[in-house]
């Protein structure tokens, strides 16, 4: 069961690794200061989320790996994250979108989570499912604001929805390293995270004229096994660049 709890930590680090190192691309350069400054804690809260999955990925592995080793020394390929947290930042409609749409399954999750048979997985889900229900309101009150608010803002929240909304099926499609670690009463069950996602996208698309768009018949997948399009790529030349110039530094 190591691996499979490690790969599962993994996933559960990279997203929010990912994620946070995509929203710190906002820091001065948000809509309104106030929004800037949210933002930025919302990298933070993601990218301290990270930290401490990532940090117990490496003790469960035992191969001496820390989480800054397991950040900024991995390549696209040994990332887990799912497909939509790499999106980019594009307009701030898209980031809106990204994040409710990831937070809404996100949130679930971790409710799960912090029922854990597991002590160390039950410790963290609940410190960070504190810091993700101000997430949720925060990502839920742009959703209504733009989503209901000028013909331009709609219009490019639906675009944004078009464009994301086919990456949200694998973050609850479960395979057999979930169902064998739900099985054991460590993983999230990934059917009533997605149930909880229908119903609060089902309440926003209601209140807010938003088209539920129709998913391809092939959607976007393979994060979870390392499957990555160019978007990581990117994201993690920027991000490990100071780590792999000065491997070993300190500061």
Same mark, same amino acid.
């Given at each position: 069961?190591?691996?499979?709890?490690?790969?599962?930590?993994? *996933?559960?680090?990279?997203?929010?690794?990912? @994620?946070?190192?995509? @929203?710190?691309?906002?820091?001065?350069?948000?809509?309104?200061?106030?929004?800037?400054?949210?933002?930025?804690?919302?990298?933070?809260?993601?990218?301290?989320?990270?930290?401490?999955?990532?940090?117990?990925?490496?003790?469960?592995?035992?191969?001496?790996?820390?989480?800054?080793? #397991?950040?900024?020394?991995?390549?696209?390929?040994?990332? *887990?994250?799912?497909?939509?947290?790499? =999106?980019?930042?594009?307009?701030?409609?898209?980031?809106?979108?990204?994040?409710?749409?990831?937070?809404?399954?996100?949130?679930?999750? #971790?409710?799960?989570?912090?029922?854990?048979?597991?002590?160390?997985?039950?410790?963290?889900?609940?410190?960070?499912?504190?810091?993700?229900?101000?997430?949720?309101?925060?990502?839920?009150?742009?959703?209504?604001?733009?989503?209901?608010?000028?013909?331009?803002?709609?219009?490019?929240?639906? *675009?944004?929805?078009?464009?994301?909304?086919?990456?949200?099926?694998?973050?609850?499609?479960?395979?057999?390293?979930?169902?064998?670690?739900?099985?054991?009463?460590?993983?999230?069950?990934?059917?009533?995270?997605?149930?909880?996602?229908?119903?609060?996208?089902?309440?926003?698309?209601?209140?807010?004229?938003?088209?539920?768009?129709? @998913?391809?018949?092939?959607?976007?997948?393979?994060?979870?096994?390392?499957?990555?399009?160019?978007? @990581?790529?990117?994201?993690?030349?920027?991000?490990?660049?100071?780590?792999?110039?000065?491997?070993?530094? =300190?500061?």
């Amino acid at each position: 069961m190591s691996a499979e709890l490690v790969e599962y930590l993994l *996933r559960l680090g990279d997203d929010r690794l990912v @994620l946070g190192h995509r @929203l710190s691309g906002w820091c001065g350069h948000a809509p309104i200061v106030e929004e800037d400054i949210a933002l930025a804690n919302l990298a933070l809260d993601c990218i301290g989320q990270a930290s401490a999955w990532l940090a117990l990925a490496g003790e469960v592995e035992g191969r001496g790996r820390s989480a800054d080793a #397991l950040a900024f020394f991995r390549g696209p390929p040994e990332f *887990r994250n799912a497909l939509l947290v790499e =999106q980019p930042n594009g307009d701030f409609a898209c980031t809106v979108v990204r994040q409710v749409l990831f937070d809404s399954v996100g949130a679930n999750v #971790l409710e799960q989570l912090a029922r854990s048979s597991d002590a160390r997985i039950a410790a963290i889900a609940r410190k960070a499912g504190v810091e993700v229900r101000y997430h949720v309101r925060h990502g839920r009150d742009w959703w209504l604001r733009l989503g209901d608010g000028t013909e331009e803002s709609h219009t490019r929240m639906q *675009r944004a929805l078009d464009e994301l909304w086919p990456f949200t099926p694998e973050l609850f499609t479960p395979d057999e390293i979930d169902a064998s670690l739900g099985a054991a009463g460590v993983a999230a069950d990934l059917e009533l995270a997605r149930l909880s996602f229908e119903r609060d996208l089902g309440e926003l698309f209601a209140r807010t004229g938003l088209e539920r768009p129709e @998913l391809p018949a092939f959607p976007p997948a393979g994060g979870r096994q390392g499957k990555h399009g160019e978007q @990581l790529d990117h994201l993690l030349s920027e991000m490990q660049s100071v780590a792999r110039a000065h491997p070993g530094a =300190q500061w």
